[in-house]
């Protein structure tokens, strides 16, 4: 089993940022793939960003240059700087965590069938 932990959500203004937290814990052998995702009522889970072990990480077109994933793996956090943030960044980010393919992330790597185990989510709200 493993658990996560999102923190970080907030209310912020268009053009703020926000850095979002995921602290997981629990066997450590089952999870290598972490990822972010977020979901707005009424819509499909979205992927957003994830990191492989060794630091590769792959974002969604609509956040590419303007989100960066990273994560400190002796305190088995992963992080979700947000910048440049938009109206339509506005969401329930949740964190994830599933197994490598080949030693990273899998192809469908963005796609929630790839996880196994899930937060409970962060709310984000960015106002015009």
């Known amino acids: 089993q493993v658990q996560l932990a999102e923190s970080g959500g907030d209310s912020v203004q268009a053009g703020g940022s926000l850095r979002l937290s995921c602290a997981a814990s629990g066997d450590a052998s089952n999870w290598k793939c972490m990822g972010w995702f977020r979901q707005v009522p009424g819509k499909e889970r979205e992927g957003v960003s994830n990191i492989d072990p060794y630091s590769r990480a792959r974002y969604a077109s609509s956040v590419e240059g303007r989100f960066t994933i990273s994560q400190d793996k002796a305190k088995n956090i992963v992080y979700l700087q947000m910048n440049s943030l938009k109206p339509e960044d506005t969401a329930m980010y949740y964190c994830?965590?599933?197994?490598?393919?080949?030693?990273?992330?899998?192809?469908?790597?963005?796609?929630?069938?790839?996880?196994?185990?899930w937060g409970q989510g962060t709310q984000v709200t960015v106002s015009s």
């Open positions: 994830a965590a599933g197994g490598l393919v080949s030693g990273k992330c899998p192809y469908d790597g963005l796609s929630p069938a790839a996880f196994a185990y």
